[in-house]
């Protein structure tokens, strides 16, 4: 849809018994063409067929009639023989004569359909790492600092250590103007010496934060939201659920990927399936015993690399009732861990002494027998 307006039919309004307000506007056309056809407007909340989300309010003009009924050529569907299986979006005949009754304006139409943008160059903002501010001082305090020295702040972001320990590191985000490249000329805030720099970019890629896929931002995403604790379908931010916790699965449930093989590690001493590695088919690989751990389960397996090097990839899990390994990285917590349950003995013997040793067991040996 190219309208600048939304429209909805008379018929639609009288079957709904949507209420209608006064207004009068000409609507333009192809070509220019003017007529003065409105008879009022109202406000409804449109939603798809077969969920309730995504919704949206819109105000749409009431005309005697949007088009003519389409399609206007009949589709013969039976011949197309690659739809009969097909499970259709809507449960409708949309091959059959039908009234449009609702015709949605440019802006609600790209917002109904799931898409994601990037922004141009001129439109990205400035991310300035404010290092040296105590992990005490507040978000407001920082913003109206900023305020005082001219600065319009869009965001004002505190870093964090693994396990929610604040760093005395302050993201500030910048409209792209030319005050704001100043920001990097500031080496006093809040009456403490200060460096400010460049953000650097990650090389990880980034995740959107609404739809949690891959490539893109969530300021510039139109898709459905997804929620990254419980995976149901609302922001991350809105999800009821509070504490961290388990999916669990039964040990005997199968689990099979095509041309891949399943190392499991399953837990048997309780709920859940443990953890597993999949590993694709053809690559020479053995699979590694780790020690037993009483909060961290590990599955790995060791692939043979050209040159005969071996390569070991492990699966690491840290249950989340371990709060002290849960504060830090899963694979320092599994490597300190493993190194403490798999350690010789701190008592070392050099070969010299070892043999020294054995010949005067054995010379004992032969006294005792005389």
């Known amino acids: 849809s190219a309208s600048q307006a939304n429209f909805i039919s008379e018929s639609c309004v009288r079957r709904l018994n949507l209420t209608r307000k006064e207004y009068s506007t000409p609507v333009v056309g192809i070509n220019g063409m003017s007529s003065n056809v409105s008879s009022g407007k109202v406000s409804c909340v449109i939603f798809p067929y077969s969920k309730p989300y995504p919704s949206f309010n819109l105000e749409a003009i009431v005309i005697p009639q949007i088009c003519e009924k389409v399609p206007q050529i009949p589709a013969v569907v039976q011949k197309w023989k690659y739809l009969e299986n097909l499970c259709l979006a809507e449960p409708l005949a949309v091959h059959d004569e039908m009234e449009i009754d609702l015709l949605l304006g440019v802006e609600v139409f790209e ?12 439109e990205r903002n400035i991310h300035a790492v404010i290092r040296g501010i ?4 507040k978000e407001q305090e920082i913003k109206e600092e900023l305020e005082q020295k001219g600065y319009a702040p869009h965001h004002i972001i505190r870093l964090k250590r693994n396990g929610g ?3 005395p590191l302050v993201v500030v985000i910048l ?3 030319e005050k704001s490249q100043q920001v990097f000329n500031e080496h006093e805030f809040l009456g403490l010496s200060v460096r400010v ?8 890629i980034g995740q959107c934060h609404r739809c949690q896929k891959y490539g893109h931002a969530q300021s510039y995403c139109t898709a459905s939201p997804k929620c990254l604790k419980c995976a149901q379908d609302h922001m991350t931010h809105l999800c009821p659920q509070t504490g961290q916790e388990e999916t669990l699965l039964n040990p005997g449930d199968r689990l099979a990927f095509s041309n891949y093989d399943v190392i499991r590690a399953d837990r048997l001493n309780g709920r859940g399936g443990g953890l597993a590695v999949l590993i694709k088919r053809g690559i020479d690989y053995h699979r590694s015993t780790n020690a037993e751990m009483q909060t961290i389960e590990a599955a790995s397996v060791v692939v043979n690399m050209a040159g005969g090097i071996p390569l070991k990839i492990t699966s690491v899990y840290v249950r989340y009732d371990d709060r002290y390994n849960n504060r830090r990285d899963p694979y320092d917590a599994y490597r300190t861990t493993s ?3 798999e350690r010789p003995s701190t008592t070392t013997t050099k070969p010299s ?3 020294e040793r054995s010949k005067t067991s054995s010379d004992n040996s032969n006294n005792n027998s005389g």
């Open 111 to 122: 917002e109904s359909i799931p898409h994601h943008t990037f922004p141009l160059p001129s």
């Open 175 to 177: 409209p792209k103007t």
């Open 165 to 167: 320990v604040p760093m």
């Open 134 to 137: 105590p992990a005490s001082t």
């Open 339 to 341: 190194y403490l349950h």
């Open 353 to 355: 002494e070892e043999s």
């Open 197 to 204: 720099e460049v953000q650097k970019n990650s090389r990880l």
